[in-house]
């Protein structure tokens, strides 16, 4: 791989989150004390060019330079720790929602964000928290290694949600949100749907079909974790477990113990872009949880819970 090139390097995107998880979480809690006024877009943008840019300009530099004599090894042994599974010849525009969040939904992140997966669906944005989009592109902005990952996210705000589906883009996300991150048993899957409601008013708005997406092996990657909520900020900061950083470490010596098995299901078909009603969205919330559902009785691996969790 020529020197001066970056193509390829996004696969380390999941890993670069790893590195620098910990010391974020220090300096954003550091400006949250100092910044109580401010929006959360002024918080990220403090926290990351004035507080955290020298620091993630070595971050950078040491891990294209570490990685780039591992970096046909690594490719190997991730195509070896995620299996793509399920329904793989969806041929049109779709919102896929993917279970469990995990800590850092590094599955989503691995089927997204680089060319080594065997993701199909090309012609998709990956939606992600608008306080961690803005954070991102600051990053982008200055450090190479974020910039083609910066292209496939979407801002969670529902006005960006609704001009991706519009433009014919299909959506990546995890339902669930942070409330999953507090749910990381191993060998079980809580799904947090019953609160949701603006996708499937989107979904309905649009007419974009959604598609459950199950992960097995998410939580077992990530194991305990140690967080925080700040409801003023609506954030959640988390420390990583050791397993979290013996997994990570593991990758570039050999694939993941515990194989994570992605299992893609069927359309849930909405017809018809129009005015959505709340018996629509109730309706089509319910369709999504039997579907989900399903998709779990038919692909539990053995081991695993009974039965899904939904909250």
């Given at each position: ?29 550091v ?5 109580i ?13 004035v ?13 294209i ?8 090894k690594i ?17 049109k525009?779709?919102i896929?929602s ?16 680089n ?18 989009y803005?954070?991102?592109i ?10 083609e ?8 705000d ?13 959506l990546?996300?995890?339902?669930g ?19 949701r ?55 570039m ?29 109730v ?29």
């Open positions: 791989m020529p020197s001066n090139s970056m193509e390829g390097y996004v696969s380390l995107f999941p890993f670069s989150i790893g590195f620098i998880c910990l010391f974020l979480f220090i300096i954003v809690f400006c949250i004390v100092f910044s006024y401010y929006t959360k877009q002024f918080l990220a943008f403090v926290g990351i060019l507080c955290a840019r020298p620091f993630l300009e070595v971050i950078q530099n040491t891990l330079l570490f990685f780039k004599e591992h970096y046909e490719k190997e042994n991730l195509r070896e720790s995620f299996i793509l599974k399920g329904n793989l010849t969806i041929d525009q779709a896929y993917f279970h469990p969040h995990g800590l850092y939904s590094y599955t989503i992140v691995f089927y997204m964000f060319s080594l997966s065997d993701w199909p669906y090309k012609n998709i944005k990956f939606l992600i928290r608008d306080v961690i803005n954070t991102l600051c990053i982008s902005n200055t450090f190479d290694i974020f910039k990952s910066a292209k496939c996210m979407v801002s969670s529902y006005a960006s949600i609704q001009s991706v589906l519009k433009e014919g883009k299909s990546s996300l995890c339902l949100g942070q409330t999953e991150m507090f749910h990381l048993t191993d060998y079980k899957i809580v799904a947090n749907v019953k609160g409601r603006g996708i499937f008013k989107l979904s309905i708005e649009t007419g974009v079909p959604i598609v459950p997406v199950l992960v097995y092996g998410e939580n077992e990657l990530s194991g305990d974790v140690y967080g925080v909520k700040i409801p003023f900020f609506n954030l959640t900061f988390t420390i990583p477990s050791k397993r979290f950083f013996k997994n990570i470490v593991s990758i010596n050999a694939s993941l113990k515990h194989t994570i098995y992605t299992h893609v299901g069927d359309p849930i078909e909405v017809g018809e872009a129009r005015v959505a009603t709340e018996e629509e969205i309706t089509l919330r319910e369709k999504y949880i039997q579907a989900l559902h399903d998709l779990y009785q038919n692909t539990k691996p053995e081991g695993y819970a009974e039965h899904l969790e939904i909250i």
